[in-house]
């Protein structure tokens, strides 16, 4: 943010996302699964703010319907869950991993492509290690990643999440800095 | 990537233009005023340097004194995992790092945000805000003090306050004093306004900057409840919050509010109600009015503003 902004109170719009890095996982997996014993689950998210118009709910059900036209070649089946925080959550799952981030893909550009960009807060993968789940969530507006080991209620594992970071090394575009790796909670994934 | 095509909000010009012609009037005051000082010859620099240490001073020290003065205490996640939790993603969505979280036990439902920068932001609810709220609303109110912390509000105030501290400081010195370390010297001859002439500008400094901030806290406040409207995208739930708060303050017994009037400028709602009322001296704008921006906001998400 500029002099100006801060000078004339605030930027008037959200911070649009960051350039597209979605895709990074979809390479970074498979060295997940051969080195580090990471892997992935048959399911992705990714969440948004529904905001309450006609509009934003139009782009939604077209979006659904993309999805399941799109599913017919893919297989992907789609789901949608509001959490207790009010966001929405949009439940992608396939057993090909490649087509999950297709997927997460076409919701975002959908919404980014009628000006919604800005409502998306991130996707999520979930990973197994040793029968932990560890998820890794992708910041569209910093448009880097980090791992997420929660445990128990709002409780993170620090550590184990500071080892997957050094391992994944420049598999990712990784958020370098600490007090942005933002937990979410409740992932109804 | 193409670029974002079209926005939820439209830009409020208006708002912006009179900001700044706020900002540039109390510029110009300082001017002149530093003007006047300098061709009075008085000990202006050292007098500069000693208030601008004590105005440092306030940058660094003022969050936590404000802090301590409602008795508020830093959260963990385990002790308020709910507060936590949603201002987590307020912060993915607004782009900021996360600020230290307290919670002031007080029935008054308010909240502030401290802290002279982005990384060392603090915001603080109060128990009667939590308990008040619904979670919408509360989210509403959270991102109008998480866009306080983005706009860097309390640096831009504490900076404006700055030159009125001067002023008023150099109309106290003149009146304890009576002008004894201005006159007998050959200096005055040269030129120089008289001591008293120099008090009477610091007054009249002191008075118009006064109003002058108090206008330019009135724009932030806007600028805030407008942030929280795009973070949040639900301008309508921070209205039923401000109502909900209004309300609840004019219920709540007159010690409370007299023991947290101190915290005015931070508070999301100012606690004197009545004073509230006269526009021109207060630091928030009067309720009506940021009702009826948040209704435009809405009728600007809905698509239906005319």
């Given at each position: 943010m500029g002099f100006l902004d801060a000078l004339l109170g605030g930027k008037k719009k959200l911070k649009a996302p960051a350039?597209?890095?979605?895709?990074?996982?979809t390479t970074a997996q498979v060295a997940f699964e051969t080195s580090l014993g990471l892997k992935h689950r048959d399911v992705a998210g990714i969440v948004f703010q529904p905001l309450a118009t006609a509009d934003f709910n139009s782009i939604v059900t077209e979006t659904n319907d993309l999805l399941r036209g799109a599913a017919e070649d893919t297989g992907t089946t789609v789901e949608s869950a509001d959490d207790e925080f009010g966001y929405r959550w949009m439940i992608l799952r396939d057993v090909d991993f490649d087509d999950l981030v297709v997927s997460l893909n076409l919701v975002s550009t959908q919404l980014q492509g009628s000006g919604?960009?800005?409502?998306i807060l991130a996707a999520v993968f979930v990973f197994e290690e040793s029968g932990k789940r560890v998820y890794f969530i992708y910041n569209f507006k910093r448009g880097a990643y980090y791992p997420f080991v929660p445990v128990g209620?709002?409780?993170?594992?620090t550590e184990h999440e500071l080892r997957l970071m050094a391992q994944v090394g420049t598999e990712l575009p990784l958020e370098q800095e600490i007090d942005r790796r933002l937990p979410l909670w409740e992932i109804p994934l | 990537m193409a670029r974002e095509t079209r926005t939820a909000f439209a830009r409020d010009t208006g708002l912006q233009t009179r900001m700044l012609l706020t900002m540039f009037l109390l510029g110009l005051l300082y001017a002149a005023f530093v003007g006047a000082l300098l061709y009075a010859g008085v000990g202006a620099v050292l007098m500069v340097v000693i208030v601008g240490g004590l105005a440092l001073a306030q940058l660094f020290t003022s969050d936590k004194l404000a802090l301590a003065s409602v008795g508020a205490k830093e959260v963990t996640p385990a002790q308020a995992p709910g507060l936590h939790a949603l201002i987590e993603r307020l912060c993915i969505q607004a782009d900021l790092p996360k600020p230290k979280i307290c919670v002031a036990d007080?029935?008054?439902?308010n909240a502030f945000a401290m802290g002279r920068s982005q990384k060392k932001a603090v915001v603080c609810a109060t128990t009667g805000l939590m308990n008040t709220l619904s979670p919408s609303e509360l989210e509403g109110v959270m991102a109008h003090e998480l866009s306080h912390v983005k706009n860097r509000d309390v640096l831009v105030m504490t900076v404006a306050s700055f030159f009125a501290t001067i002023a008023s400081m150099i109309s106290q010195f003149g009146l304890f004093f009576g002008g004894g370390f201005g006159g007998g010297g050959g200096d005055d001859e040269d030129g120089g306004l008289p001591f008293l002439a120099i008090i009477l500008i610091s007054f009249i400094v002191y008075a118009i900057s006064f109003v002058l901030i108090l206008a330019l806290s009135r724009y932030r406040e806007f600028s805030a409840d407008r942030g929280a409207a795009l973070v949040t995208g639900r301008p309508s739930a921070l209205s039923s919050a401000l109502v909900k708060i209004q309300n609840q303050m004019e219920h709540t017994p007159q010690q409370d509010l007299r023991a947290a009037g101190n915290m005015n400028a931070f508070f999301?709602?100012?606690?004197?109600v009545k004073s509230a009322v006269q526009t021109v001296f207060s630091t928030h704008p009067a309720m009506e009015k940021r009702l009826a921006r948040l209704q435009q906001l809405e009728q600007q998400l809905q698509g239906t503003a005319v």
């Open positions: 350039p597209d890095r979605l895709f990074a996982m919604y960009g800005d409502r209620r709002q409780e993170r594992d | 007080t029935p008054v439902p999301i709602v100012p606690t004197s």
